[in-house]
């Protein structure tokens, strides 16, 4: 995974954000911000538009650890 692919993830997100595929470009595209700037909130706050966004998405499950209880 690397940062080269944070604008497709970006381009599916917003170009088809009702399909199947943006929950898993929101997710990746997370992982792509944190893995260029190892800081957290990259990571976390993009999550968390997956968790509004895609309540129901098995990617929101993934990243359910990050959620408080």
């Known amino acids: 995974m690397n ?3 944070l604008p497709v ?7 088809f954000p009702t399909s199947a ?3 898993e470009a929101q997710y990746f595209a997370a992982v ?4 260029h700037s ?3 909130p990259d990571l976390v706050d993009t999550w968390r538009r997956l968790q ?9 499950v993934k990243q359910s ?3 408080e209880g």
């Open 3 to 5: 940062r080269g692919l």
């Open 52 to 60: 509004t966004q895609y309540p129901n998405s098995i990617w929101r």
């Open 32 to 35: 792509a911000m944190y893995k």
């Open 21 to 23: 595929v943006a929950p």
């Open 65 to 67: 650890f990050t959620e």
């Open 38 to 40: 190892h800081q957290a």
């Open 9 to 15: 993830y970006r381009e599916v997100l917003e170009r």
